[in-house]
């Protein structure tokens, strides 16, 4: 039994260390891009924990801040995929191409959210 959960452990830890000595190597964009989504996503946590403990009497609010950070993430996890070199599917995309699209497609993700709010 002890066997198992120590070649367990053995295997989290090597999993770790490709895991951090892959991401070691990627691009400094890349990484902006993925602080990015992580603010996001911590900030869609931080407004449903709020919600979980205040409560959610202005509903339109909640969901117009929630779905606003969700989008957001969506759109920049869209925006590092097309970015990405290794991604030979947007090989032919230029980043200024992408990030054009990227920023528009915010733009009507906020329109919408703000119509949403009334």
């Known amino acids: 039994m002890g066997r198992t959960s120590s070649s367990n452990n053995e295997d989290a830890q090597a999993l770790f260390h490709s895991l951090r ?5 990627t691009p400094v ?11 996001a996503v911590f900030t869609a946590l931080i407004q ?3 919600m979980a403990i205040v409560g ?5 609010s909640f ?3 929630v779905l606003s950070c969700v989008g957001t993430a969506v759109l920049a996890v869209c925006l590092r995929i097309q970015v990405n070199k290794e991604n030979k599917e ?4 230029p980043p200024e191409r992408a990030f054009a699209d990227f920023v528009l497609c915010n733009l009507v993700l906020h329109l919408v959210i703000m119509n949403f709010l009334g």
């Open 21 to 25: 000595s892959a991401y070691a190597a």
């Open 29 to 39: 964009s890349l990484k902006i891009i993925d602080l990015y989504v992580g603010f």
């Open 48 to 50: 449903v924990v709020y």
């Open 56 to 60: 959610s009497f202005p509903f339109n």
């Open 63 to 65: 969901l117009s801040g």
């Open 90 to 93: 947007f090989k032919d995309l």
